[in-house]
């Protein structure tokens, strides 16, 4: 294996010692505590695990927690007037509604009723213009900690060529973006692209965020290039024992590992580093809300 290993576990772990760091600040010079809102809305598994990591991971980095469940026949009304009673809480600096929805709900509308300025996982039409333009926003916190892992390997990205495959919203738009705004030559891939090999082939910097087990071999990757796979795909695992399944990213790590210079596993590479932009972000909301510096090194 010749490629680096960028570890995201370690990573994180620096960015919350961070965040916690700016909190106690927070506390002791200006009395003031970063709170986050998280909203569930039924009671899909994978979203119950995710919102419990996010309150945990916000009380251990010193912040308020603020747990809202709702029943998943809850109606749109209720939700927003939830909504308006967080954007007007000034306890309150950061909301999160954590998607998807159940079916019967508006999750556009919804987003876009949560403050822009709270908005911090960076969903809000109004952030992602403001992304868009080059102006100051709330970034998404999955590409933000892409963007943060491959400024610390590379230090300056500048004309570097950077391909991301997948075109999501909440993915591959907002990471184009903030690849772009760090001056690299950027191409969206998608699901129409033509001879994708040879397209990630030409890339310094390939992000993948597809949704595809091990979709992308080593033989795609230039060599040297620097990999951060966001995906997160369950698969079987047989050689575990009957009925397991295992983690794997996007991309085939052994064979990419191979070829490239650095990588990110899965797991324990962009995942953890998801929920501590959150962190950051809520943090970065607060000292916004009260005019305050924010924290160096943890937005964008
Ligand atoms: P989406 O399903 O919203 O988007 C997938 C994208 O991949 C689409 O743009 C699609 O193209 C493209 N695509 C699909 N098949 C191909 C193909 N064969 N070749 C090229 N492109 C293809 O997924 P998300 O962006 O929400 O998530 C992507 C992955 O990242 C998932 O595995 C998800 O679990 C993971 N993820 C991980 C997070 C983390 O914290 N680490 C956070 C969020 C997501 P088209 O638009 O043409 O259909």
């Known amino acids: 294996m010749a490629a680096q ?4 576990k370690a990573f994180s772990a620096r960015i919350r010692d961070k965040v916690a760091t700016h909190v106690a600040r927070l506390k002791d010079e200006h009395g003031i505590t970063p709170g986050l809102a998280v909203v569930l809305v039924g009671e899909d598994p994978a979203s119950q695990v995710y919102v419990r990591n996010k309150g945990k991971q916000t009380v251990e980095a010193g912040m308020n927690s603020i747990e809202h469940k709702l029943a998943a026949d809850t109606s749109e009304e209720t939700l927003l007037a939830l909504v308006d009673k967080l954007n007007n809480d000034e306890q309150v600096h950061g909301i999160l509604v954590q998607l998807p929805l159940p079916k019967h709900l508006d999750e556009d509308l919804v987003i876009n009723s949560i403050d822009p300025a709270k908005d911090v996982d960076g969903f809000h039409i109004s952030n992602v213009g403001l992304l868009g333009t080059g102006q100051k926003s709330m970034v998404p916190c999955t590409p933000l900690g892409c963007l943060m892992m491959l ?4 230090g300056n990205l500048s004309g570097l060529d950077a391909v991301v495959i997948g075109r999501s919203n909440i993915v591959g738009k907002p990471m184009a973006q903030l690849l772009l705004g760090d001056s690299c030559t950027v191409t969206i891939a998608h699901s129409r692209t033509k001879d994708l090999p040879d397209v990630v082939r030409r ?5 993948a965020a597809v949704g595809r087990p091990e979709m992308v071999p080593g033989d795609w990757i230039k060599p040297g290039a620097t990999v951060i796979d966001v995906g997160i795909n369950r698969i079987e695992a047989p050689e575990k024992g009957e009925g397991k399944s295992r983690l794997v990213g996007d991309c085939h790590f052994e064979s990419c590992a191979e070829v490239a210079g650095a990588i990110t596993p899965v797991p324990g590479g962009v995942g953890p580093m998801t929920i501590a932009c959150l962190l950051a972000n809520t943090v970065t909301a607060c000292c916004r809300a009260n005019g305050l510096a924010e924290p160096d090194g943890l937005t964008a």
Not at 151 to 154: F, L, M, S
Not at 203 to 207: F, P
Request: cysteine-free.
């Open 5 to 8: 290993i960028i570890d995201g």
């Open 151 to 154: 400024r610390d390997h590379h």
């Open 203 to 207: 890339a310094d910097i390939v992000v």
